[in-house]
């Protein structure tokens, strides 16, 4: 397992594409299912996001004011999102979370585990941490749709030229500006070079990914006390996401509002 300390793919290719500044609305950024769920959070919830990259939901909770810390093994990454919206983070592996068992009332893993090297490791600390009772929202890549064939493919040619300096110039002509001259249609204008190369980044150069099931998801939560209370396919699109709720034990209160007590420093508990 890498250390944290190490320079990740990430901290050079942050998941950085929606100006910070932007008045775009959440709902065209983020998933119904997470927006329903950040929603209806109570502001003394405790909510981690983890592998919060620079930023993009971490801004949505904190513009709702909610108790929030960002997670993230790019120190990069997280500079980003601790600057432009104020909350604290950690820089943390997924892996080997330094939380204590049961501290968060909401974990939020969007698009992050399937990038671990290690999803069933990563699910389980995500479901250490979290309280009887608390909830999680986790997006995954599908095994079905065009993307895991795009990442194998024609993925591993651009991979492949990418790593000699003769052959770079034709990826940047026949795959990184074909990429964004497209995201910039569809956003209207919107999509910067950088931010259109970050997404190009993520989607075919990212070291590890995972694509994972319904079937499976359902299986790890049945292994650890998990029910899922919304399931949405997001046809179309490279990732399901699922509503998740950890079975509360006998004798915790259902509503506890456990977090009440809690500092900013009792929750970094675990080998810190
Ligand atoms: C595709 S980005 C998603 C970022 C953010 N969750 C979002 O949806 O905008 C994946 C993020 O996971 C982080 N990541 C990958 N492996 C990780 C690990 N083992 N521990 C913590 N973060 C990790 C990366 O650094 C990156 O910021």
Known sequence: MDTPEQATFYDEHPFDWIPPDSSVPITATVSRALVDLIETLDHGATVFDIGCGPGRVLGQLAARRLRCFGLDRSRVSLKLAISRYKRPGIVADNLALPLADECADVVISDGVIHHTGNPSAAFAENCRILKPNGQMYLAVYKPSGRYPWLYRYPGAAIRAGLRHAWSKPFVTIFAQLPYY????????????????????????????????????????????????????????????????????????????????????????????
């Open 181 to 272: 001259l497209v995201h910039f249609a569809r956003s209207r204008g919107r999509r910067t070079w950088s931010g259109a190369q970050n997404l190009f980044y993520d989607y075919f150069i990212t070291p590890h990914v995972a694509f994972l099931s319904r079937s499976l998801v359902e299986e790890w939560c049945s292994e650890r006390g998990l029910r899922v209370s919304r399931y949405d396919e997001n046809r179309g699109g490279n990732v399901h996401c699922f509503c998740l709720r950890k079975e509360s034990r006998a004798g915790v209160p259902r509503n506890a509002d456990e977090s009440a007590g809690v500092n900013d420093m009792d929750v970094v508990a675990r080998g810190a």
